[in-house]
């Protein structure tokens, strides 16, 4: 499922070097943010968290402020995109593209009541120039990158998976886009108001806070525009894309996953698609898939509800947990292990993986 070298784009490439970077100098934080910068512009969202989270526990740093904000508000994680913010506007109160974004999101969820002055904020002139500045050159290499992924997705012997790129990376210059009209708009207000100066916050009486989640209705909710891809014909073509756009960091969560004791190897499956990812088995368990998925299938007639099976032999541990709706995590392990810990180590790892398949496109 690895892509060759000669269809990777520019941007791919810096990717890779952020990355090798960022591993050979783990206390560098400047090369870790430059490394979940990039993953953040290509929508590689746990990744970009673990790096910026990783910079964060170090230092308070503005960047990985805003990266965070920005990754929650694609997941639709309103309030805790809001919650980062307060923390940038903490460390830069006149921060451009924060009162960008906080305005983006005012569009799909209310903004709460203290961060509701900054919704008039407007930046100086030459804070303005400078982050057109910025922008426009970071638009002229993403649309440089769809320029590269439309070449290689027309060529005749195309991998299925360039296409999906293609579409993800029209979707990327667009999300610029929308933050340069943003600055434009800013711009006509800017020589008609006094430049900006530091928001003060609203005072807001404590209230008692109610335990339970509000979730909008679909009828009701003003959401962004859907992240999921673009209509491609054949639908397994698409989710094809999407598990090579995320084979990286499940290689990852498996790769950890496998240095537990006892661990033999592990795999991701996809019911309705079939194995997405494995470490650590050297041959192709084409039998042992159908049989789990039928094993599965009893089970769930007789347990709708189940989360996890363990069987237990004289050669060793076989565990099935249930990621998600449509995924299964399966385990192998020697026998004697711990299956305390083991279980513990799964359920670490299950959730980064339900993190990962989460956007999965709706086919």
Aim: with cysteine.
């Amino acid at each position: 499922m690895t892509r060759k070298m000669e269809t990777l784009t520019t941007m791919e490439q810096q990717l890779e070097e952020a990355r090798m970077a960022a591993r050979e100098a783990p206390e560098d934080l400047e090369a870790l943010l430059l490394c979940a910068q990039m993953c953040l512009k290509r929508d590689l969202r746990l990744e970009a968290l673990q790096h910026f989270q990783t910079v964060l526990e170090s230092q308070p740093r503005v960047e990985a402020r805003f990266g965070l904000a920005q990754l929650f508000a694609r997941q639709h994680h309103f309030l805790e995109a809001y919650d980062e913010l307060r923390r940038l506007f903490e460390l830069e109160p006149l921060h451009v593209l924060g009162h960008a974004l906080l305005v983006a999101l005012n569009s799909c969820e209310s903004v709460p009541e203290d961060l509701q002055p900054r919704l008039s904020f407007v930046p100086s002139r030459q804070d303005l120039t400078e982050q057109r500045r910025l922008l426009e050159a970071e638009r002229e290499t993403m649309a440089g990158e769809v320029d590269q992924y439309r070449i290689l997705a027309s060529a005749p012997d195309a991998e299925p998976i360039l296409q999906y790129h293609f579409e993800e990376s029209r979707k990327r210059l667009e999300r610029v886009q929308t933050l340069l009209e943003r600055l434009e708009a800013w711009e006509k207000l800017a020589l008609e108001v006094e430049p900006a100066k530091e928001v003060e916050p609203a005072k807001v009486e404590p209230a008692e806070v109610e335990t339970t989640e509000i979730v909008p209705s679909p009828e009701t909710a003003k959401g962004p525009p859907s992240e999921k891809p673009l209509s491609i014909a054949d639908s397994s073509e698409v989710l094809q894309g999407f598990y090579a756009g995320i084979n990286l960091q499940v290689d990852e969560v498996l790769g950890q996953l496998g240095r537990t004791r006892g661990v033999l190897g592990s795999l991701l499956l996809a019911e309705d698609f079939g194995l997405v990812w494995k470490v650590g088995l050297a041959k192709e368990p084409a039998t042992l898939l159908q049989d789990v998925l039928e094993g599965v299938g009893v089970l769930r007639a007789y347990r709708p509800d189940f989360k996890s099976w363990v069987l237990e032999s004289v050669g060793g541990l076989f565990v099935v947990q249930q990621v998600d709706a449509r995924h299964l995590l399966i385990v192998l392990g020697k026998a004697k292990t711990n299956l305390g810990t083991l279980r513990y180590t799964i359920e670490k790892n299950r959730s980064d993986l339900a993190e990962l398949v989460a956007s999965r496109p709706a086919l």
